[in-house]
């Protein structure tokens, strides 16, 4: 009887936080700290005062974008994403997905610093189920133009980064779109392996308004679910 009773409030819990998920939107978390003097962020807000900049919801990630809409009905997109990857090894991968808010299917930027390493390499990858299931991740063309591509790994600032400008179809939706983000600390040769399976790692997902900045942060209401779960187990 009690199990049946603790079964029932999960579930009321469970469905409430899941209109939460389809109906509120947090507005912007504004960057600070070290993330602002990097010197990409500062060119970007010369070029436009449009440039929008967020921390995001995990790994101790900042994110600054500008956009605007060319002739061809394309998106052209401006995008820096930062972390403080201390380590001598590791990765940081930032990508889109055009259907869900999840990491299969997600076009993505990686870039990959190894060990006496000049410059860390950046590629764009396709994330697919088989990856998921174990096989090697490859760089691979995507679905829009990428240019611009520039990784960092700023020891006065602190933060491991990447720049780019991409080129978006209309399929992507500037006002609801799915934006994902990773970090790794394993790589062999330069191919990145799998990210460690903390609750940051999983919930690094989250639909973005480009216009406005507010975002439906996908990760943190499951995070939210499995804390109440396993309170009443």
């Not at 939107?25 to 962020?41: E, T």
């Not at 070029?47 to 002739?71: G, M």
């Not at 997905?97 to 990959?112: H, K, S």
């Not at 679905?143 to 991409?166: H, I, P, R």
């Amino acid at each position: 009887m009690q199990s049946f009773a603790l079964d029932a409030i999960f579930i009321l819990i469970s469905l409430s936080s899941l209109s939460i998920v389809v109906s509120s939107s947090k507005p912007l978390n504004p960057c600070n700290g070290d993330f602002l003097r990097i010197q990409a962020y500062k060119q970007m807000q010369n070029q436009t005062n449009t440039t929008q900049c967020k921390k995001l919801s995990s790994l101790q990630a900042q994110f600054a974008w500008n956009y605007h809409k060319t002739s061809h009905s394309q998106t052209q997109l401006n995008i820096l994403i930062g972390t403080k990857l201390i380590t001598n090894t590791g990765w940081l991968a930032w990508g889109i997905n055009p259907d869900l808010p999840r990491m299969v299917g997600t076009r993505a930027i990686i870039a990959v610093k190894v060990p006496n390493q000049i410059t860390p390499s950046v590629n764009t990858y396709n994330i697919t189920k088989d990856i998921q299931l174990g096989c090697r991740l490859q760089p691979s063309g995507i679905d829009f133009m990428v240019q611009n591509t520039m990784v960092v790994d700023d020891k006065d600032v602190g933060f491991f980064y990447v720049f780019a400008t991409l080129v978006l179809p209309q399929r992507y939706n500037v006002s609801s779109l799915n934006h994902v983000w990773q970090v790794g600390y394993c790589v062999d040769g330069l191919e990145p392996k799998m990210h460690e399976a903390s609750l940051g790692n999983l919930d690094s997902k989250e639909v973005l308004n480009l216009e406005t900045g507010d975002c439906q942060n996908i990760g943190q209401h499951r995070r939210h679910l499995r804390k109440v779960k396993s309170k009443l187990l």
